[in-house]
RNA sequence: GGCGGUGUAGCUCAGUUGGUUAGAGCAGCGGAAUCAUAAUCCGCGUGUCCGGGGUUCAAGUCCCUGCACCGCCA
């Protein structure tokens, strides 16, 4: 038994995310968790909503409440959704914690006292009408370069050329529409992770194992141009950590915040504290998993996120750690990343803004969880890039889900009330069918246990289908309803077996279907979750005479008129 | 324009370090069975492995080049 502590990235405040953002980490995180603890492993799960920025603020005021309100709010929100989903989460924090914050300025301390920390002077507008300063991309105005009038501050979207705020032809604020700008000269921290280049591309270099996906962006970032760029790590806003130098205050930096990217990964650590004050455990319960001199030595760490994550989690984050750690051993750097790439849909991007596609809650609304998690996870974007069609999920879900896993409990339950009544019944030997069973379950169970050791989630998701499709391949060849008239000892053998195969199914299918899992293990009366080292063992932990219940059919089909009329109130902007 | 990814059966995709007749699921066709959510099981696939060069005894699998789509960056 080992120690995994499990990060997903952290979904952003300011609104109900879409599926893609479900597939991309949580949920594949929340498979790996469920996996290693149903094999007997401590695992340390932490997710939290990540608050900080200029966005959550204009989510709030868009809301008309205070951004602490509106976060908390939000917060609660995300966490019922995640719920919903069976996000098994040990922890799901908030990166506006007491923890963070303090945790957050401890980090840009010890950085600032190991010369990592740069102060650079430089210019940014300022909106006297909206009394704060405005990021690039909440400017708006006339391009200088075609006359398109909507241009932002960062870039024209009409001729994609690349601008300064200070270019622009009658800069105004896209908050508030005013035209009172100025431009005033302000102080902000930089990372110095120019410094660390070295150290994070042979810590890079060394993760062979890693998806090509997640070093290869990685590398870019490293090689791409004049290298790794200093990043600044500080902004002139009121939602925020406030800078500080571990608990002194920062001169210079006053009414300052640090950028959500610096905190929001530190709330991964403080997540845990956060875990630790909610269990009623101590500071070295918490820093045990995190911190390798205070314990987290034999801790495998393993993280989750969407493509676009990875730069932050294979540079920045790590360059914080480093920066912290020195040459001593201290907190740790992440040991196995999984990176998705997108799930799109029909035909086009998932929007938030345009409101295509399907966002989390509607998802609850109008389907049970597994249907999604099971479609999601064995159609995760892993090597390339994913298209969700209504017809290819409803032909997924109705074929695998339906017919051949909740058919087939079906089938044995009410096949073995009508004959021997409702409980395992006695007599008769193993037949050979059942041995061929077995013995072909073996092999299956080692494959599906080194496709989720390996985080492969499709091939594991397939293996699985086909250990559900054995249980009908074996029914078929035995067929216990034709064999009850001539050898009724055998055939109550073969309906034995197979009723202990919903057991041994419930608990192998429980990380991708939790709900169904449960289902399967009420109907058969039995809490026995006990991961099967052996088929042939496992598959007789219901005794002769233990009762049994038949339960409603586990997943109904999604009908051509539901499929339909959700692929039409899917396609256009969110109501 | 630069970089990265992808391009394999009608559809969605597997194909490790180059090596027997290129595989799976779905859909389709044929058959068996009738316990079951008209569910299941069995059988059936010559597809220019995007195009063009090249290396090799041997390339979907390596090199060069072109094309298409996607993304990131300038």
Not at 383 to 407: H, I, M, P, Y
Not at 494 to 510: E, G, M, P
Not at 530 to 545: D, K, Y
Request: with cysteine.
């Amino acid at each position: 038994m080992s120690r995994i502590l499990i990060t997903s990235a952290i979904p952003y405040i300011n609104g109900i995310k879409h599926l893609g953002n479900l597939v991309g980490s949580q949920l594949p995180a929340d498979l790996y968790a469920r996996y290693m603890r149903g094999r007997g492993h401590e695992v340390l799960f932490l997710c939290s909503t990540d608050e900080h920025g200029t966005p959550a603020e204009l989510a709030a005021a868009k809301a008309g409440m205070e951004v602490e309100a509106f976060c908390a709010q939000m917060h609660d929100t995300q966490a019922e959704i995640a719920k919903g989903f069976g996000l098994s989460f040990d922890h799901f924090g908030r990166s506006s914690s007491a923890q963070n914050r303090k945790l957050t300025q401890y980090f840009a301390g010890e950085l600032a006292k190991n010369g990592l920390i740069e102060e650079r002077s430089e210019q940014q507008v300022f909106s006297l009408a909206d009394d704060r300063y405005l990021p690039d991309r909440y400017i708006e105005g006339t391009c200088p370069n075609c006359g398109y009038e909507n241009a932002r501050g960062d870039q024209c979207e009409n001729c994609t050329k690349q601008l300064d705020p200070t270019d622009l032809i009658n800069p105004r604020s896209a908050i508030s529409g005013s035209t009172d700008l100025e431009v005033r000269d302000t102080k902000h921290l930089y990372l110095r992770q120019s410094a660390l280049k070295d150290r994070l591309d042979s810590w890079i270099t060394s993760k062979t194992d890693w998806p090509v996906l997640t070093t290869s962006i990685a590398k870019k970032w490293l090689h791409d141009g004049d290298g790794l760029q200093d990043r600044g790590i500080t902004r002139d806003l009121a939602w925020g950590v406030p800078v500080k130098k571990g608990t002194e205050d920062w001169p210079g930096m006053e009414g300052k915040v640090f950028y959500v990217w610096f905190d929001a990964p530190i709330e991964y650590i403080a997540c845990a504290a956060e875990w630790a004050e909610a269990n009623g455990k101590d500071e070295a319960t918490w820093r045990g998993w995190w911190n390798e001199a205070e314990g987290a030595d034999d801790v495998r760490y393993v993280q989750f996120m969407g493509k676009d994550n990875v730069p932050f989690h294979t540079l920045s984050f790590p360059a914080t750690i480093m920066g912290t750690n020195g040459d001593d051993k201290g907190w740790k750097l992440v040991d196995y990343i999984k990176s998705f790439n997108y799930l799109n849909y029909e035909g086009g991007q998932f929007s938030t803004s345009q409101g295509r596609g399907i966002f989390q809650d509607q998802a609850l609304d109008i389907l049970p969880a597994d249907y999604w998690r099971w479609w999601l996870l064995s159609n995760a974007p892993e090597s390339s890039d994913t298209e969700f069609t209504w017809e290819r999920f409803q032909a997924d879900v109705n074929k695998d889900l339906a017919d051949v896993l909740g058919n087939f409990v079906s089938r044995i339950t009410k096949f073995c009330r009508s004959k021997f009544g409702e409980e395992v019944p006695t007599g008769g030997d193993m037949t050979p069918e059942g041995k061929k069973l077995i013995e072909d379950l073996e092999a299956r169970l080692a494959a599906y246990q080194t496709h989720m050791d390996a985080i492969d989630m499709r091939k594991a998701a397939a293996e699985l289908r086909s250990i559900w499709t054995a249980g009908n391949e074996f029914l078929q060849t035995a067929a216990p309803w034709s064999r009850i008239k001539t050898e009724p000892e055998a055939a109550a053998a073969d309906t034995r077996l197979a009723l202990n195969l919903i057991r041994v199914y419930a608990v192998l299918s429980a990380p991708f279907l939790p709900a169904a899992a449960q289902t399967m293990l009420e109907a058969m009366q039995t809490d026995d979750t006990a991961w099967p080292s052996s088929m042939a063992q496992a598959l007789t932990a219901l005794p002769v005479g233990h009762a049994y219940t038949t339960p409603e059919v586990m997943f109904r089909k999604i009908t051509d008129e539901e499929r339909e009329d959700w692929a039409s109130r899917f396609a256009g902007t969110r109501s």
